[in-house]
Nanobody, 117 residues
Framework: EVTLVESGGGLVQAGGSLRLSCKASGFSLDEADVGWYRQAPGKERENIGCRLIKKRFTHYEEAVKGRFAISTDNAKNEVYLEMNSLKPDDTATYYC??????????WGQGTQVTVSS
């Protein structure tokens, strides 16, 4: 069974940093495309970025490019989202995903990030 469990969310001031973790089980990270989505109150869920394992490429949406970074620890089977220079607009529930070519087939339960101004 594939499961994704996020952690690391919280309250942070604008300009601060936060690192989210996603513990994956039921599959190996060195064989899967993984990514992060977020959903702000009243808005649709949006993709932040995705790591394409076979293409050895990580894609980021413009809103977070240069501020956020996706990484993995294959030994721990964990995915990370390092978030820097956070803005109030980054306030959202963040979801870890897994699926081919960044089409999410599996979702975590989400972790809340709140950025205060």
């Amino acid at each position: 069974e594939v499961t994704l469990v996020e952690s690391g969310g919280g309250l942070v001031q604008a300009g601060g940093s936060l690192r989210l973790s996603c513990k994956a089980s039921g599959f190996s990270l060195d064989e899967a495309d993984v990514g992060w989505y977020r959903q702000a109150p009243g808005k649709e869920r949006e993709n932040i970025g995705c790591r394409l394992i076979k293409k050895r490429f990580t894609h980021y949406e413009e809103a977070v490019k240069g501020r956020f970074a996706i990484s993995t620890d294959n030994a721990k089977n964990e995915v990370y989202l390092e978030m820097n220079s956070l803005k109030p607009d980054d306030t959202a529930t963040y979801y870890c995903t897994m699926g081919p070519e960044c089409t999410p087939h599996y979702w975590g339960q989400g972790t809340q990030v709140t950025v205060s101004s």
